[in-house]
Nanobody
Framework: QVQLVESGGGLVQAGGSLRLSCAAS????????MGWFRRAPGKEREFVAG????????RYADSVKGRFTISRDNAKNTAFLQMNSLKAEDTAVYYC????????????????WGQGTQVTVSS
């Protein structure tokens, strides 16, 4: 079992920045690929960014490319999502998930999920 806890969400003005964290416990995060997803009100959960176990490869949704950066610190069992130039449409609950395979945007391939952290961007 892996427990994931997201933090760092909040209310920010458009153009601002936030840094989300995803802290893992139970097992080493280095065993898992991980991804960040988000769910806006009335919408499906959508892929935001993914990173491989070692951190050597990353991928992003087109909507966040160039603004968001995913990273991880396996020694601290924590992953991060740096969000810059935030827009009102980034408002959502953000979730981290981990997978034993390089799951990318395929939510069904993720083994564990956190409870989410709310990000609200005011325009």
């Amino acid at each position: 079992q892996v427990q994931l806890v997201e933090s760092g969400g909040g209310l920010v003005q458009a153009g601002g920045s936030l840094r989300l964290s995803c802290a893992a416990s139970g097992r080493s995060l280095s065993n898992y690929h991980m991804g960040w997803f988000r769910r806006a009100p009335g919408k499906e959960r959508e892929f935001v960014a993914g990173i491989t176990r070692s951190g050597d490869r990353t991928r992003y949704a087109d909507s966040v490319k160039g603004r968001f950066t995913i990273s991880r610190d396996n020694a601290k069992n924590t992953a991060f999502l740096q969000m810059n130039s935030l827009k009102a449409e980034d408002t959502a609950v953000y979730y981290c998930g981990v997978s034993r395979v390089e799951a990318g945007r395929w939510t069904s391939l993720y083994d564990y999920w956190g409870q989410g952290t709310q990000v609200t961007v005011s325009s």
